[in-house]
């Protein structure tokens, strides 16, 4: 899922908490970003705050961890 450059950090953060298994940013250089641990999870979100954010795609290695993130994007359409 590509994702945009986001505002909503707390309730992204929240979906991100919610997940039972992995969850991932990629950045177009190919960085990885585990989101499920903290210090990535850091670096990650300065890279959504920056100039990366629009270019940064999301994936999860559950299937029922992404409908976690469809609802956060139905309940915020500008990301």
Do not use: R
Not at 2 to 12: E, L, T, V, Y
């Amino acid at each position: 899922m590509k994702i945009k450059k986001i505002d909503q950090i707390c309730d992204f953060l929240n979906t991100v908490d919610s997940c039972s298994d992995g969850v991932w940013l990629m950045s177009p250089c190919g960085d990885i970003y585990n989101l499920k641990s903290k210090p990535p999870q850091y670096t990650a979100i300065a890279a959504l705050l920056g100039t990366e954010g629009d270019t940064l795609e999301l994936w999860c290695d559950n299937k029922e961890d992404e409908v976690k993130f469809f609802k956060f994007f139905q309940e915020h359409p500008e990301v």
